[in-house]
């Protein structure tokens, strides 16, 4: 099975912009899609983004279409989640996970789970 784990996070002004690294180690990664949530304190877990295995399709939630992009390099085993003018509401403990089959939105139809990178926005 792969493992996932998410690295970027931290403290940044609002209107700023930040890359998040999902990298992944085990079984083969272009085997899975993965996908890109956050959960914000007091909130569901919320789908961001999702790109299939060999990269050439994504697909992203309405909230963060033309912001954030999606993109991988199953070279490096990488998955990056670039977040363009950060806004207040953008943060949230950010989590990657890994699915079989692609477009998946909703949380239990991914397989794997990283521990998160925590996002915080100032104003």
């Known amino acids: 099975q792969v493992q996932l784990v998410e690295s970027g996070g931290g403290l940044v002004q609002a209107g700023a912009s930040l890359t998040l690294s999902c990298t992944a180690s085990?079984?083969?990664?272009?085997?899975?899609?993965v996908g890109w949530f956050r959960q914000a304190p007091g909130q569901e877990r919320e789908f961001v983004a999702a790109?299939?295995?060999?990269?050439?399709?994504?697909r992203y939630a309405d909230s963060v279409k033309g912001r954030f992009t999606i993109s991988r390099d199953n070279a490096k085993n990488a998955v990056y989640l670039q977040i363009h003018s950060l806004l207040p509401e953008d943060a949230a403990l950010y989590y990657c996970?890994?699915?079989?089959?692609?477009?998946?939105?909703?949380?239990?139809?991914?397989?794997?789970w990283g521990q998160g990178t925590r996002v915080t926005v100032s104003s």
């Open positions: 085990g079984r083969p990664f272009n085997n899975y899609a």
């Open positions: 996970a890994a699915a079989f089959d692609f477009p998946r939105v909703r949380p239990e139809n991914y397989d794997v």
């Open positions: 790109v299939s295995g060999g990269g050439s399709s994504s």
